[in-house]
C-alpha cells in the first residue's frame, strides 16, 4: 500500500526540537520497513517552504531559503514524489463542491485529490480530523497508530 504524507509529518519530521518529532520519524520508519511506499506531492513541498522559512514569531520554523532548498531536496531524494497533473484540478473541484469545503480546508482536498487521482489510499497525518469528510474515498492515519505500542 502507498500513502501520501500530509505537510505537517514532513515538517514535524525536519525539526528534531518539535514534541511531534519522534511520532513522525517513528511512523516514517515503521511504514517504510513494513515495506510501504511514502509519497508526496508538489503541494506539500510548497506547503513545507512556506512553514519552513516563515519566521517563527509567525509560527514557523524560522530557516533561509538555502536551508529550505537543501530540506527540499533530501525529501525528493527520501520519498517517491508524484507529479501534478491537469486531472487533480478537476477532482479537487469536484471535492470541494461535493462536500461544501470553505477556507484554509482547500488545501487538504487538493490533497485528497491528488491521492485519488494517484490511486493512494491513505495520509499519514497529525490532522486526521481534517480529512473526516473524506472517510468514503480515503483514510488519514495519525502518526501514533502505525507504530507498535
Given at each position: ?7 505537517n ?6 525539526d ?7 511520532d513522525?520519524t517513528?511512523?516514517?520508519s515503521?511504514?517504510?520497513n513494513q515495506?510501504?511506499?511514502l ?13 519552513y522559512?516563515r519566521?517563527?514569531n509567525?509560527n514557523?520554523?524560522?530557516?533561509t531559503p ?12 527520501f520519498?517517491n ?8 484540478y478537476d477532482?479537487w ?9 470553505k477556507?484554509?480546508n ?15 489510499t491513505?495520509?499519514l ?9 473524506y472517510a ?5 492515519v495519525h502518526?501514533?497508530?502505525v507504530t507498535?505500542p
Amino acid at each position: 500500500m502507498a500513502y501520501l504524507l500530509d505537510t505537517n509529518v514532513l515538517l514535524r519530521s525536519a525539526d528534531p526540537n518539535h514534541p511531534m518529532y519522534d511520532d513522525a520519524t517513528n511512523a516514517i520508519s515503521w511504514l517504510q520497513n513494513q515495506g510501504e511506499t511514502l509519497c508526496i506531492v508538489p503541494q506539500n513541498l510548497i506547503e513545507f517552504w512556506n512553514v519552513y522559512t516563515r519566521p517563527t514569531n509567525k509560527n514557523g520554523l524560522g530557516h533561509t531559503p538555502e536551508e529550505a532548498g537543501e530540506e527540499i531536496r533530501r525529501l525528493k531524494a527520501f520519498f517517491n514524489v508524484l507529479t501534478d497533473t491537469a486531472s487533480i484540478y478537476d477532482e479537487w473541484e469536484r471535492l470541494v463542491m461535493q462536500y461544501q469545503v470553505k477556507g484554509v480546508n482547500v488545501h487538504d482536498a487538493r490533497l485528497t485529490a491528488a491521492m485519488l487521482v494517484h490511486g493512494l489510499t491513505h495520509i499519514l497525518t497529525f490532522n486526521v480530523e481534517d480529512f473526516n469528510r473524506y472517510a468514503r474515498e480515503i483514510t488519514a492515519v495519525h502518526p501514533t497508530s502505525v507504530t507498535p505500542p
